[in-house]
């Protein structure tokens, strides 16, 4: 079965940093890009970026370009998304998903920014 | 960056009844790399369609895409109980991606 397995919720404080995770089992993940996806509280769905595991290749919306860096270590089938200040702003539910049209999500991690 | 609108933001119905939902593009969405994905409280979205047109695995069939360039539509024939949830649409085709704000069908 194709899954994509994500870390647990977070609770942090402004300022603080943060890495997430989404690993992938059941298919070939370097062969597939993995996207990220932000959902504010009651909002919609915001595409962040995606990463391509085989080579790395890496692609930001503006919106998030410099906010976040997203990385991904092929050996353990993981891909990672990353802060390194957090705001209160970045509360929010995270999800990752295969490929540009995203065929399978992650259950998505909530993180919790508050002082 | 492309602006996708939906239509209608809420949609009342009644099972049995048929859905259309709409999707504008502010550009025309390049081969058209247009997805629909259905999210339910407190779950990961899941894709219906993408290509526009081509049903995800195992999504059943009273569940259609049509469109291209600017204007695409998501058509469920007959809804059912299960089908009450939010759509987004989604254009994979120009950077960057971008989701529609959704659309809300509800049982009426």
């Known amino acids: 079965e194709v899954q994509l397995v994500q870390s647990g919720a977070e609770v942090k404080k402004p300022g603080e940093s943060l890495k997430i995770s989404c690993k992938g089992s059941g298919y070939s993940f370097t062969n597939y890009w993995i996207g990220w996806v932000r959902q504010m509280p009651g909002k919609g769905l915001e595409w962040m970026g995606i990463i391509y595991p085989g080579d790395s290749d890496t692609r930001y919306s503006p919106s998030f370009q410099g906010q976040v860096t997203i990385s991904a270590d092929k050996s353990i089938s993981t891909a990672y998304l990353q802060w390194s200040s957090l705001k209160a702003s970045d509360t929010a539910m995270y999800f990752c998903?295969?490929?540009?049209?995203?065929?399978?999500w992650g259950t998505g991690t909530t993180v919790t920014v508050s002082s | 960056e492309i602006v996708l609108t939906q239509s209608p933001g809420t949609l009342s119905l009644s099972p049995g009844e048929r859905a259309t939902l709409s999707c504008r593009a502010s550009?025309?969405?390049?081969?058209?790399?247009l997805a629909w994905y259905q999210q339910k409280p407190g779950q990961a979205p899941r894709l219906l369609i993408y290509?526009?047109?081509s049903r995800a695995t195992g999504i059943p069939d009273r569940f259609s895409g049509s469109g291209s360039g600017t204007d695409f539509t998501l058509t469920i024939s007959r809804l059912e109980p299960e089908d009450f949830a939010v759509y987004y649409c989604?254009?994979?085709?120009?950077?960057?991606?971008?989701f529609g704000q959704g659309t809300k069908l509800e049982i009426k």
């Open positions: 550009q025309s969405v390049s081969s058209s790399y």
């Open positions: 290509g526009a047109s």
């Open positions: 989604q254009q994979y085709g120009n950077s960057p991606v971008t």
């Open positions: 998903a295969r490929d540009w049209h995203m065929d399978v």
